[in-house]
């Protein structure tokens, strides 16, 4: 499934994590960790148990319902028995947090996948073991608190995390996993998430970790292809199946030599088209 946003609702607002899927979101997470104060976390393990245990709780198929997690022992415990989890979210991950957490999820016979959320300085270096560990299905970037480790001043450029950014992205891409970006933190600069958003497309990110309903919409606008990439896309491809029945291993496109580079780009932008385009 893609995870063009992924939106998160804090685990002690059960009235916000019942309406959460309703948003258009592709994923919704449940937060037990940074939303949540440390003296809350108990009601809010019990709010969110007792949300995915309702039957009356059904978000559509194709609406991914994770958690992120606090202690994965008392909170995997916790959800060991709930009636609907896709998915966990791990914090703050490095290499030998992973296998922790897979090892307790295979305790509790919990087959879900692990969105590593890779925030901090030994999470990033670490994030090509990361990416590569079999439970997980998705690397998510997380600046803010990466900044916080680093020591680092957050700017509007974000050249601070940069690299940190793009590592997390190349480790995704080379262990065939999705690749979601840090959260925007100005809920009411619309123009600034657009523009984010659309400079993570040019990084390769699947996806964007959302904190607002009224995000969603943007980031799905801003990773949507504009109309003359997706025309030349379907050119492309066009040119590809006809040189395949010829059996021409070279064409061009639009005066253009085309290789298989610009073929996995092409593929690429077609995916991105939403499905009601």
Partial sequence: MARRTVLFSPGDRPEMCRKAPATGADTVVFDLEDAVTPSRRAHARAAVVDVLSDPDFGPAADVEVAVRIADHTTDLDALADVDRLDAVMVPKVDAGTIPRVAAALDARDLSVPILALIETATGVLDAPEVAAHPAVNACCFGAE???????????????????????????????????????????????????????????????????????????????????????????????????????????????????????ARAERILERVPDDA
């Fill in 145 to 263: 608190d990466l900044a916080a480790d680093l020591g680092a001043t957050r700017t509007a450029e974000g050249t601070e995390v940069l690299y940190a950014r793009e590592r997390v992205v190349v480790a995704a891409r080379a262990a065939g996993v999705e690749a979601v970006d840090t959260v925007y933190t100005d809920l009411d600069d619309h123009e600034g998430l657009r523009a984010e958003t659309r400079f993570a497309v040019t990084l390769g990110y699947d996806g964007k970790m959302v904190v607002h309903p009224a995000q969603v919409g943007v980031v799905h606008d801003a990773f949507a292809p504009d109309p003359e990439a997706v025309a030349w896309a379907e050119r492309v491809l066009a040119a590809r199946d006809e040189a395949e029945r010829a059996e021409r291993g070279v064409f061009e496109v639009d005066g253009e030599m085309i290789d298989a580079p610009l073929i």
